[in-house]
């Protein structure tokens, strides 16, 4: 059974960086497209950003673009999401998940997705 496993969520202030990453449990992330989403409390889950398989396609929710990144380490099997310029807005529980291709923002879409790590709290305040 395919496992992911979220980690680096912690309390930043605002402004602040933090990276994320995305490890497979028993299986290797390396022949999965990968997605980051978030739900904060109260809201449904979104897309935010994921990373094809070879890495060379990725795509971003427009509330990210230009602040977030997503990268992956086939080395280390891991998938890594970088987000800069941190907001309390982007306050929520983050999540990653597999799927088998990321062309575009249409493959964001929570319902896409079959695997899913616990998800790693990132809390942004002062």
């Known amino acids: 059974q395919l496992q992911l496993v979220e980690s680096g969520g912690v309390l930043v202030q605002p402004g602040g960086s933090l990276r994320l990453s995305c490890a497979a449990s028993g299986f290797t992330l390396d022949y999965y497209a990968i997605g980051w989403f978030r739900q904060a409390p109260g809201k449904e889950r979104e897309g935010v950003s994921c990373i094809s398989s070879s890495g060379g396609n990725t795509a971003y929710a427009d509330s990210v673009k230009g602040r977030f990144s997503i990268s992956r380490d086939h080395a280390e099997s891991t998938v890594y999401l970088q987000m800069n310029s941190l907001q309390p807005e982007d306050t929520a529980v983050y999540y990653c998940?597999?799927?088998?291709?990321?062309?575009?923002?249409?493959?964001?879409?929570?319902?896409?997705?079959?695997?899913w790590g616990q998800g790693t709290q990132v809390t942004v305040s002062s």
């Open positions: 998940a597999a799927d088998f291709d990321c062309y575009s923002d249409y493959d964001l879409r929570v319902e896409k997705y079959e695997y």
